[in-house]
Structures are given as C-alpha cells and as structure tokens.
C-alpha cells in the first residue's frame, strides 16, 4: 500500500501508538502540536469574522442583538482552543456551525454523548476532577498513546475538555483549563454526573 501513499493525514483524538519499524506507517510524523499546524482542524477568529461574517449577521438578528452582542456570544460560548504554545484561539466547526444552522447559542458539543472511557480513567487514577481549571502539564504528559494512559490529563486535553491556556518556557510547562463556556457547562451538567453515577459511596 505504502508506494500508492504520497501524503496521508490522520486525525483523532489519541496519539497513534508507535508502530514496528517494518510497518508501512513507521515514519508518522506528529505535528499536534506544531504553531504551523494549529489552526488547521478549527476556525480561527479571523476567518469567523471575514468568511462567516453573513452567519453571524443572521444569528444577531435572530436573537433581537447587534452584530457585536453576537461576536461576543460566539467567542464565549466556542472559542478557546489552542493546540501549541503560540497558537491563535480557534472555534469549534461543530458546534459553531450547529448554532449557525440553529440560530442559537446552545451546548451542541455534549450532544454527541458522554466518553465513557474518560470516566473510566478517571475513576482508575482517582483524579480530582474539582481541580481542572488551572492544572499544568510537560510535554511528556501530552505524549503519551491511549495503550498506556496512566494519566487522565492528556485525555482530558486530547478530548476537548482543557486547553492551553498558557505556557512557561522557563520551567516547560503548559498551563492549562476549560476551553469555554459550552466545555464548562458540558462537563459539569454532563460529564460529572456521570462520573458520579459509577462510583459507589
């Protein structure tokens, strides 16, 4: 299969396990991480405010508010996500489209159910999960493949519920909490009470 691959692009949510060095896909390069390349699975501001700017004129007239109330709403509601140290804010396709289509500001991420692998983890490693917001972590934190997750930072940050926030070069380490206001609400009104269901007080 390898001589009819020129360039491939793979995406999820999990790193990809290292394979054998006679595997075909032994020479993967992960540019997660990468300033270049953090931009490219989400909708930066810039390009919310020039390509979309009709579907936010809509939405703002749809909900009896001015085109600013409506930019604010959007930003608060599903901006927030860095992928690198220096990445710019980038908004979430699915759910910003969804509010498009919808016409209203609403929790369109927690729609598509509850990870009940993360609530696995989090009940293995007895994470507090009170604790989100603010955490920190290296770089071999985020590197690590979902076969050998000890620690449930990475997934949290690989699954959309963190984000950077900020990073420390003096010390590597990359601050950081919830992405936004949809994240924040999806994890305490959804994500939390399932984790609660499975444990046994």
């Given at each position: 299969?390898?001589?009819?691959l020129?360039f491939l692009?793979?995406?999820g949510i999990s ?5 054998s060095i006679f595997?075909?896909l ?7 991480m990468?300033?270049?390349f953090?931009?490219?699975?989400g ?7 020039t ?5 936010i ?5 749809a909900?009896?508010g001015?085109y600013?109330?409506a930019?604010a ?9 860095h ?5 710019a804010?980038?908004?979430?396709p ?8 919808a016409?209203?500001?609403?929790n369109f ?10 609530i696995?983890i989090l009940?293995?490693t007895?994470?507090?999960v009170q604790?989100?917001d603010g955490?920190?972590?290296?770089d ?8 050998h ?5 990475p997934v949290?940050?690989q699954s959309?519920?963190?984000?950077i926030k ?11 909490a ?24």
């Amino acid at each position: 299969m390898g001589q009819y691959l020129r360039f491939l692009f793979i995406t999820g949510i999990s790193k990809f396990s290292q394979l054998s060095i006679f595997s075909e896909l032994n020479n993967l390069k992960n540019i997660s991480m990468h300033d270049d390349f953090s931009a490219l699975c989400g909708i930066t501001e810039q390009e919310l405010l020039t390509d979309l700017k009709p579907d936010i004129e809509r939405m703002a007239k749809a909900n009896n508010g001015t085109y600013e109330e409506a930019c604010a709403h959007l930003k608060r509601q599903y901006d927030g996500y860095h992928f690198s140290k220096n990445c710019a804010d980038i908004y979430n396709p699915f759910s910003l489209f969804n509010a498009f289509d919808a016409k209203e500001y609403k929790n369109f991420w927690f729609s598509t159910g509850t990870p009940t692998f993360l609530i696995d983890i989090l009940q293995r490693t007895d994470f507090d999960v009170q604790s989100l917001d603010g955490l920190t972590a290296t770089d071999e934190q985020f590197d690590a493949p979902t076969d050998h997750i000890v620690d449930p930072i990475p997934v949290l940050y690989q699954s959309g519920y963190l984000t950077i926030k900020g990073y420390d070069p003096a010390f590597r380490l990359y601050r950081l909490a919830y992405s936004n206001g949809e994240v924040r609400y999806g994890f305490t009104e959804s994500l939390l009470p399932a984790l609660n269901k499975h444990i046994i007080w």
